[in-house]
Structures are given as structure tokens and as C-alpha cells.
């Protein structure tokens, strides 16, 4: 379970920068979108991997045998601020199409 | 000293912020006075923290700590006020404050919702500077920088947004290294309340430590994105030079944010007391890297051509000082930093606010660009006896603050500039740090001659060459808003006394970690 998620980590990740580094502002609101969700696994996994565990304690139960409830704490609250923020780069990506009228990120196409 | 006061400087520009949004922009004149009532209140309250925080020695016990919910604070979330704190919560209220009446001026027009945005831009910088772990820091950081990108695309043009587009998507990448690195630090930990992380990095064994080191600095890169450090500050000129003045002015405390974390973080983390293989972790990259900020902000300055510019690649080089000062990781550098990190920031602001003032470019695209400078042409040396009219009041003003800008930026004698520069330069060569401690204090001198080269080349194009130069029409709120930020440095260069004992004494206090945690820990 380990190697398929640090391989999708990586493969999220690495998708993300390659589109950040595209011209388009598509692509590169498309690449902050891929990096934010593989820091939100990466969060999520951070407090070790174990399955059907419980995060909420019970009385008597084997503390060892329980999830980490604060990494999943803390990815809910990564994924909403990062929600939240790729929504307002939208709209700024909006904005700058229709005042540029094109979509490259410097507000001008290379080609002449 | 009641504690509560410790949540005050969040929870009020928040609901005012709040309050300020159900106004609605009908009742701009409510919304405006509530925002003067905010910043004045924070500015009594940062002053309450701060003499609750100062005392007679370091040691005693007067870091106020806040715990939320009245958990212990391993389980809950603590607010801490100790005296670097309580002087960043002074700092930003008088910035703030000494900001609104030229902010109230240019924002009496309709263009979204901006003053709430302000408002909550303090807020998040005050949670920033009081906050005592590491996830509340990511989250006030997020609210302060989504305040800033409204504010910085206020009144929106191509070039705004284009500028815009790219500090955001700057600072969006940055964040997400951030949470990565705070998530390899829980890993490592299983804790993110910094004084708790002060107490267990000594412990942390050598298997997991150099996990730990990774999470510190892919951490420490976001907060370098912010505080600009070369090559992470090539956003900064271009943005800071975009937003209009009165941002642009309150925009010079965002890179003294990330300064602020840097210091707090290495002093606190990465002081003596981490053990050997901790101790003074990344410092050299600090010193060698704010030392490449200060050349990098040189070389803009002196080829900016634009006043925007020129302001933006002075706060480069501020920052690239305060980068460096902090990487010596020695007291009496670190007082003299603060010093400079205070006079710096308002000088700043100063200067972004008289660039907006002497170029306005109300809603134009184009910024004036300079004429490039000519020294045998005609400009500036004929006409000698026709130009002999009575200078206008305005523009002797402008000219006069100009001056003093120019004097407390390069840090010449007699302003407060200079003692500061003198609070941070003079230890180096007392405390006998080696190599980079002397390319530091080089560096820093001569980076204060190229600001008099560049000031000086800037008036001169600006008060004296231009014969087509329309004297623009100043606002009184602008007026008052600068004299208020230089009359401030000036003050500091009256009075200096009680500020800089106030701040060796920080300095102190920062390199005694133990003092911390002992307050968050009781």
C-alpha cells in the first residue's frame, strides 16, 4: 500500500510542476490544482498508514491500534484553503483573459 | 496583564471586517471610521502587549501565553505574545494607521469590497505574529495572503493583473511547500506547537533527523518565497511596483512577515539548545543568501527606472539584510536587525506612498517612466536664471520628504537610518564572525552608497531636470499619511534610547528559547 501511494504522490506531483511550468494559464491553474492534491495525500498519509483503523478513542481500547485523527484534521483544513484559493486564481485567471485577450500567462503570446 | 487582550488584535479586525461587509459600500463614511476606530484600537492594544512584555531582564516571566479554550497546549492552540511579538503587532498597527488617511483618499470610489480586505490583512498578520504553532501559522498566512491578493488587484488593470496572476500563483506553490514541510515535521514530532518542537528536536534520533532537517527547509522556502530571498524574489519588484501606493506601502511589512518567522523558527528551533546536529541549522544558507538578495537588489535599484521599481528592489535589499543579520545568529546583531527591520519597513512605506504621490497613474496603464539620465545634455544645467520662480509649497514638501526618505534608506547620519544601520553593523565587527560576517557588514555599506547614488540620481531627474514636469496635485490625506511615517522615523532618531534597549533586550530574549517554552509549559 506504501508504493502505490508514494507513486501516486509522485506522479500527482510531478504532473502538477510539468503543467506549472506550461504557458497557459490553464494548464497552470490545472498543475496547482494536481500539486495541492498530492500534498493533501501527503498530508493525509502522514500519520502512518493503517486500514479500518478508528480515530475516535474508545474506552478500553489498544491505543496502538488507532489512526492519527490530526493529520486527517489538518488535511481538512489544507483542502478547503486550497480550494478556496484556487478559486480566487480563477477568477484572476478570468479576469486577465478578458483584459489581455489571450490566455498566456504573461498576458502576451510569444509569437509574433 | 489580562490575557484575553492576547486574542484581541485577530478577533476585532475580523469582526469589524465583518461588520464593514453587511455595511456594504453605500455607507462609506460608517465604513471608514470604523476602520480608523480598528487600526487606533489596535494600536492601543499592540501597545498594551508591549509594555506587558517588556521588562526589566529577559529572564522573568512576562511572555504572555493565551490558551484557546483554556486546553494545556500540547492539546489546544496557544497564542503567544513575548516582546518580538508584541513589537510586530506595533509595528503593523502604526503602519496600518499611519496608512488610512491616504488609503480612506483613494478608496472612496467604489472597487470592491477593499476595506474589509484591509481588515482582514491585519488580522492575518497579527495571528501570524502571535500564533505559537506551526499549522495556525500556515492558516493565518492563507488569510493574509488572500487579503493581499485582493488588495494587490485593486482597482485592476492588464498590468495589475498580470503582476497579480503571477504573485499569486508565486505564492500558491509556496504554501503548498509549506504544508509539506509542516507535515514532515509532524511526522518527525508528532507535534506542531513550537515550543514543544523547541523541546523535542534535541531528542529526535539520528534515523528521523535528517527527515526533520528536510521539513525545516522546504518550510524555511516557503517563508523565503515571502521574504523574497534570491532567486525566490523575482515576483516581488514587479508586484510591489503594480499595486497602487497605499498597498504597495502596507505590502512592505509582507517580506518582514517572513523575516519574522525566519527569526523566530531558527532562534527557537535551530538555537544552541537543539543539540549538535541542530544547532544553527541553515544559518549559513541565510547569510550567504541574503547576502546574494542585498547584490541582486543593488543591481535592480540602480537600474530601475521607474519609482515603483526603485522601491520594490529597496525592500529586496532590506530583506537581503535582514536575511543576513539574522544567518550571523548573534544577539547583538539581532537587536541591531530589529532596529533596521523597524526604521526600513516605515521608510518603505514612506517611499512607496511619495513614488504614488510624484507618479500617479490613476487608471492608466503606462507608468511614467524616468528620462534617462544625461548628463551633458541640456537639462539639467541651462535655463539657469529662467527657472528662478517661487517653489510651490507641495513640491517643497515632496522635495523635503523625498530627502528624509532618501537619508533613512541609505541609512546617512543624523536620522534614524543611520542608527540603525549602526545598531546592525557595529557588532559584526566586535563579535569577530569571520569571513561572513565581514562580506556582510562590506556589503551592507556599500549597498547604502548605491542607494545615495540611485536617490539621489531619482530627485534629481524628478525635482530638478524635468522642466515638463506637471507638479501633481497632492491629497491631503497622502500628505498626512507620509509625514506621519517619516515624522514616526524621526521620532525613533529623537528618542532612540528606550526603543533600542527595548530591542537588545528582545534579542536577549530570543536566544534564551528556554524562556519560551517555559512560559507555554508551565
Known amino acids: 500500500m506504501e508504493a502505490v501511494l508514494a507513486l501516486a504522490i509522485g506522479v500527482l506531483a510531478a504532473s502538477g510542476v510539468w503543467l506549472l511550468l506550461r504557458p497557459r494559464t490553464f494548464q497552470v491553474i490545472i498543475g496547482l490544482t494536481l500539486i495541492s492534491y498530492a500534498v493533501n495525500l501527503f498530508i493525509f498519509c502522514i500519520g502512518g498508514l493503517r486500514t479500518g483503523a478508528d480515530p475516535v478513542l474508545r474506552s478500553g481500547a489498544d491505543i496502538t491500534q488507532y489512526a492519527d485523527p490530526l493529520p486527517q484534521a489538518l488535511v481538512l483544513t489544507a483542502i478547503v484553503i486550497s480550494f478556496a484559493t484556487t478559486a480566487l486564481f480563477l477568477v484572476v485567471l478570468l479576469a486577465s483573459r478578458g483584459l489581455t485577450g489571450n490566455d498566456h500567462v504573461d498576458g502576451k503570446d510569444g509569437t509574433p | 496583564m489580562n490575557t484575553h487582550l492576547l486574542a484581541l488584535p485577530i478577533v476585532l479586525p475580523l469582526l469589524v471586517a465583518a461588520l464593514q461587509l453587511l455595511l456594504g459600500e453605500r455607507r462609506r463614511r460608517l465604513v471608514a471610521a470604523l476602520s480608523v476606530a480598528s487600526c487606533a484600537v489596535l494600536v492601543l492594544l499592540a501597545t498594551a502587549l508591549l509594555m506587558g512584555a517588556s521588562g526589566a531582564s529577559a529572564g522573568d516571566g512576562l511572555t504572555a501565553v493565551y490558551r484557546i479554550g483554556d486546553w494545556p497546549a500540547r492539546f489546544g492552540i496557544v497564542l503567544v505574545a513575548d516582546r518580538l511579538s508584541a513589537l510586530m503587532l506595533l509595528l503593523t498597527a502604526v503602519l496600518a494607521l499611519a496608512l488610512l488617511p491616504c488609503a480612506l483618499g483613494r478608496w472612496q470610489q467604489p472597487g470592491g469590497p477593499v476595506q474589509p480586505m484591509f481588515q ?14 506551526l499549522f ?42 509549506f504544508l509539506v514541510g509542516v507535515s514532515l515535521i509532524f511526522g518527525v514530532t508528532g507535534t506542531l506547537n513550537m515550543a514543544a518542537l523547541a523541546q523535542l528536536i534535541p531528542t529526535v534520533p539520528d534515523n528521523t533527523r535528517a527527515l526533520l532537517h528536510a521539513g525545516a527547509a522546504i518550510l524555511g522556502v516557503a517563508f523565503l518565497v515571502k521574504a523574497a530571498m534570491w532567486p525566490l524574489g523575482f515576483w516581488l519588484p514587479r508586484t510591489y511596483a503594480a499595486a497602487t501606493s497605499p498597498v504597495a506601502a502596507m505590502f512592505a511589512i509582507m517580506t518582514k512577515v517572513g523575516v519574522y518567522v525566519l527569526l523566530r523558527l531558527s532562534l527557537l528551533l535551530f538555537g544552541s539548545d537543539a543539540g549538535p546536529a541542530s544547532a544553527h541549522f541553515g544559518d549559513t544558507w541565510l547569510l550567504w543568501g541574503g547576502m546574494a538578495t542585498v547584490v541582486v537588489g543593488v543591481v535592480g535599484m540602480l537600474g530601475a527606472r521607474d519609482l515603483g521599481k526603485l522601491a520594490g528592489y529597496n525592500v529586496l535589499i532590506s530583506s537581503g539584510t535582514l536575511l543576513g543579520a539574522i544567518g550571523l545568529q548573534h544577539p547583538a546583531v539581532t537587536a541591531g536587525a530589529l532596529a533596521y527591520l523597524v526604521i526600513s519597513t516605515l521608510a518603505i512605506a514612506a517611499f512607496f506612498l511619495l513614488a504614488g504621490m510624484l507618479a500617479p497613474d490613476d487608471e492608466t496603464e503606462v507608468t511614467p517612466l524616468l528620462e534617462p539620465y544625461d548628463p551633458v545634455g541640456e537639462a539639467l544645467y541651462a535655463d539657469e536664471d529662467e527657472n528662478r520662480a517661487t517653489l510651490p509649497a507641495p513640491v517643497a514638501l515632496l522635495g523635503m520628504c523625498f530627502l528624509v526618505c532618501a537619508l533613512v534608506l541609505a541609512g546617512l547620519p543624523p536620522l534614524s537610518g543611520f542608527l540603525a544601520k549602526f545598531a546592525l553593523l557595529a557588532p559584526m565587527l566586535e563579535i569577530g564572525a569571520g569571513r561572513g560576517a565581514i562580506a556582510l557588514f562590506t556589503l551592507v555599506v556599500v549597498a547604502g552608497f548605491c542607494t545615495v547614488v540611485a536617490m539621489c540620481r531619482t530627485g534629481i531627474q524628478i525635482f530638478w531636470a524635468d522642466e515638463d514636469w506637471a507638479f501633481p496635485a497632492i491629497r491631503l490625506g497622502e500628505a498626512v499619511s507620509v509625514l506621519l511615517l517619516l515624522g514616526s522615523c524621526l521620532a525613533l532618531s529623537i528618542w532612540a534610547d528606550a526603543p533600542l534597549r527595548y530591542l537588545a533586550a528582545t534579542a536577549e530574549q530570543l536566544n534564551a528559547p528556554a524562556h519560551y517554552i517555559r512560559a507555554v509549559f508551565p
Not at chain 2, 120 to 133: I, R, S
Open chain 2, 136 to 177: 495556525n501559522l500556515f492558516v493565518f498566512f492563507e488569510v493574509l495572503l488572500a487579503a493581499t491578493y485582493g488588495l494587490a488587484l485593486h482597482r485592476p488593470g492588464a498590468r495589475r493583473v498580470s503582476a497579480g496572476l503571477h504573485y499569486i500563483a508565486v505564492n500558491l506553490l509556496a504554501s503548498m511547500l
Open chain 2, 120 to 133: 482582514f490583512l491585519l488580522m492575518g498578520l497579527n495571528g501570524t505574529f502571535l500564533t505559537g504553532d
